[in-house]
């Protein structure tokens, strides 16, 4: 059983900065053989891509609605995944969700569905 842990969540005035991490754990998972990306679903919304990075971390893709504000990367040693958020919008209020999809897949995935393991999620509020 994989088990996908989000952290760092929390309260923040509009123009200030988040660090989303997300944990990865199992037995037989061999984290840096899947991508991971981090979705956001806001109230009334449907779930949406927010950033990806494949296995080895050497290629990164973004919503255009996140781009030059967010940063994602990955420890692979740590099982770890980051979202660095900056420059923090209302609009970016959400429950942020972490997901792994795999194992060995070439392409990023955009779509909720293809992604096989789901963390719990963390609250992301931003204030005006």
């Known amino acids: 059983q994989v088990q996908m842990i989000e952290s760092g969540g929390g309260s923040v005035q509009a123009g200030g900065s988040l660090r989303l991490s997300c944990a990865a754990s199992a037995l037989t998972f061999t984290f840096s053989m899947y991508n991971i990306g981090w979705f956001r679903q806001a109230p009334g919304k449907e779930r949406e891509f927010v950033a990806g990075?494949?296995?080895?971390?050497?290629?990164?893709y973004y919503s255009d609605s996140v781009k030059g504000r967010f940063t994602i990367s990955r420890d692979n040693a740590k099982n770890t995944v980051y979202l660095q958020m900056n420059s923090l919008k209302p609009e970016d209020t959400a429950v942020y969700y972490c997901a792994a999809d795999g194992p060995l897949t070439s392409i990023v995935a955009t779509i909720a569905e293809e992604y096989d393991y789901w963390g719990q999620g963390t609250q992301v509020t931003v204030s005006s």
């Open positions: 990075i494949v296995g080895s971390g050497t290629k990164t």
